[in-house]
């Protein structure tokens, strides 16, 4: 019997975390992404796991934060302002280290926006969007089955880094239904929480990285005593003044990440063989592209996509290789212009970087993307 | 001397930064003491604060502490407790971070009546930027921000925990040390979301812009202005003008708390065991 479903990407983020191991969701009712919270609702006691619905967003993210601390992978789902709201508490988790993953289904904006209209205009927010330097992991899926398998992955990576993971996702994606088939949880690699490796006899220091640079933090109630604290702290949790710990700890935040580089970084490439062209696209943009190439392909054009599933870290290495490769880079995005200043950097001169934007409320058409190709390879 | 209740303690982070006379030092002491009392296990408690001079109590503390961002702390602790409902929670705060920037949580956490025991430092004011008023800060009285006196009418947090549906309320001060150690011990008992308000005395802020005098003066006026509640409500109305107060148990109830209640979740879902 086929175990095929028909599901929408807001329900396959909700299943992809369950089987992640994700046992507590806290939210906050807004659209385009409150699905993801009405089937953990649903989904989650059926497990043993915990669902609340906090007073708002600020308070969702606190929550998760909490339960994470208190040993259970945790969620938060939002959109544009809430994600604005979660900001502060984002960047506690990276500072001080907490797993967690926080699903961002883009709307327009700025401020209230258009609440239910698709668009991409959350990326440099979910790079830049809390103060300070950190950072930040953002995975962006293009459809129904990988919001699911980028779920699995957002919350596995936010385990092994100890570190706040956003699933940039947008209202296509998260409102398409697709037909789908599962993967059985028991063939999924799952990253269990880490464990401190010595006893507080030996020493133990909730900071102290491992070889990967990456804290074994406690969790509460396993008899460490640990601090957990927002201010810059040394190994031992507890804040310092001290010029030293801060560089040192701010170094290591980002090079925990920044050491595993092109491992994290998914990209795809379509009609890329003897591609003169390249369509850079992301998300729910990126299936229209497709087709835009598929369609140009026809007309004998030469080019290519490439799909990026990581969109934080940058994918740097791929652009600079692409942009030796091709006459002209077209990047496409439901914005007014955000991830094509990052392709320009990395290209840096040495092709052609054409943008193709849109944001009146509506996803692009084929055509749209198919004209801005004929801009480019003219 | 050797005090029983200095294993409570991070001795290895003490001194504290808090100024010479300052009263927070005494609700911390009779946190711990209250834990002594009722026997609350080092392991299985944790201590979540927020930001501001109250909060700074919880890197002292000898157990699983966590220090969060400014006003958030009922929230974090609301989802550890909720993560795993055997850990006896605590909660820090102070004026500012549980009635202005974390005022919403706080009527939230007493409305879900999560089984949290949260103990108000109240110093009226804003003390680690300085002395700006705070949404405790009584009438006319002067802050940084309100060098004129204060305009804005104060909360009383403890009707605020009441009407918000906590189920055990209650108020001490740091003068009233033993009472205020029974009172949290109290809350301790109660299954369910426990509001404790301590007055402590800010003399280098608060005390200074208000002529109060010294830390000792201070103590002083919360000695002769608090009223046990038993003989607050037998005081006519004319009586309880001025700068008088009650202290005392204000309130309980027993109501079923958000982990149970969420176990009976659980359970009608089929997640039972699981």
Redesign the interface.
């Known amino acids: 019997m086929s175990k095929a479903r028909l599901m929408q990407g807001n329900e396959a983020c909700a299943e992809g975390a369950i089987a992640a191991g994700v046992r507590f969701f806290a939210g906050y009712p807004i659209t385009p992404s409150t699905e993801v919270a009405e089937t953990m609702a649903k989904l989650l006691p059926r497990v043993g796991g915990k669902f609340v619905q906090m007073e708002d967003e600020i308070a969702s993210m606190g929550a998760i934060l909490g339960a994470s601390l208190a040993g259970m992978k945790a969620m938060d789902a939002t959109s544009g302002p809430g994600f604005s709201l979660k900001q502060e508490l984002i960047g506690y988790a990276a500072c001080a280290e907490i797993p967690c993953v926080l699903v961002d289904v883009q709307r327009v904006g700025p401020s209230t926006g258009q609440p239910t209209a698709p668009s991409q205009g959350d990326v440099m927010q979910a790079r830049w969007g809390t103060h300070g330097d950190h950072p930040m992991i953002a995975l962006a899926p293009w459809s129904v089955r990988e919001t699911y398998d980028a779920t699995v992955m957002a919350v596995n990576y936010a385990e092994r880094f100890r570190t706040p993971v956003i699933l940039l996702m947008d209202e296509i994606v998260g409102h398409l239904r697709e037909k789908v088939e599962l993967p059985e949880p028991a063939d999924l690699d799952i990253y269990p929480r880490r464990q401190p490796k010595k006893t507080r006899a030996e020493g133990y220091e909730p900071y102290a990285p491992d070889e990967d640079l990456v804290p074994n933090v406690a969790d509460f109630g396993q008899g460490y005593h640990i601090h957990v604290t927002g201010l810059i702290h040394d190994d031992t949790g507890f804040p310092v003044g001290s010029p030293k710990v801060t560089e040192e700890s701010i170094r290591r935040l980002h090079e925990k990440i920044d050491r595993v580089g092109e491992e994290i970084i998914h990209t795809e490439e379509y009609f890329m063989d003897d591609a003169e062209y390249a369509v850079v696209a992301f998300g729910g943009t990126a299936r229209t592209a497709y087709e835009a190439v598929a369609e140009a392909r026809a007309k004998g054009q030469k080019v290519g996509l490439l799909r990026l599933m990581t969109v934080w870290p940058f994918a740097t290495a791929a652009i600079k290789r692409l942009a030796a490769k091709v006459k002209g880079i077209m990047v496409a995005e439901l914005n007014y212009g955000q991830l094509v200043g990052e392709v320009e950097r990395a290209v840096a001169g040495q092709c052609e970087v054409q943008l193709c934007r849109k944001y009146n409320m509506q996803s692009f058409e084929p055509q749209e993307i198919a004209a801005g190709i004929d801009e480019l390879v003219k | 001397m050797e005090r029983s209740y200095e294993k409570y303690f991070?001795q290895n982070?003490l001194p504290h930064l808090w100024c010479p006379g300052c009263g927070n030092g005494i609700a911390m002491k009779a946190i711990v003491q209250a834990i002594e009392k009722k026997g609350l296990s080092?392991?299985?408690t944790?201590i979540?604060s927020g930001i501001g001079c109250s909060s700074r109590a919880?890197?002292y503390m000898?157990?699983?502490?966590?220090?969060?961002?400014h006003g958030?702390a009922?929230?974090?602790?609301?989802?550890?407790?909720?993560?795993?409902p055997?850990?006896n929670v605590v909660v820090i705060t102070g004026d500012g971070d549980c009635t202005a920037i974390g005022g919403?949580?706080f009527?939230?956490g007493c409305r879900r009546n999560v089984d949290l025991t949260v103990v108000l430092f109240n110093n009226k004011i804003y003390g680690m930027t300085g002395g700006q008023a705070s949404p405790m800060t009584p009438l006319g009285k002067k802050a940084t921000t309100a060098p004129y006196g204060s305009i804005d009418r104060p909360f009383d947090a403890c009707k605020l925990a009441i009407a918000a549906g906590a189920t055990y309320v209650a108020r001490s001060t740091a003068y009233h040390e033993q009472h205020l150690v029974d009172m949290i011990a109290n809350g301790f008992d109660n299954k369910g979301f426990s509001f404790i308000e301590a007055l402590v005395q800010c003399p280098t802020a608060y005390g200074r812009k208000n002529k109060m005098g010294s830390p000792a003066n201070m103590l002083k006026w919360m000695r002769d202005n608090a009223v046990m509640q038993a003989a607050w409500e037998k005081l006519p109305d004319d009586k309880k003008q001025g700068e008088k107060f009650p202290i005392g148990l204000f309130y309980s109830a027993t109501a079923t708390d958000y982990t149970t209640a969420?176990d009976a979740?659980?359970e009608?879902?089929?997640?039972?065991?699981?």
Do not use: E, M, W
Request: avoid cysteine; hydrophobic fraction near 40%; charge should be positive.
């Open positions: 991070r982070r080092q392991d299985n944790v979540v919880s890197g000898d157990f699983d502490t966590l220090h969060t961002a958030r009922i929230p974090f602790a609301t989802g550890i407790k909720l993560a795993n055997d850990l919403n949580h009527i939230h969420y979740v659980i009608r879902a089929g997640g039972a065991g699981k």
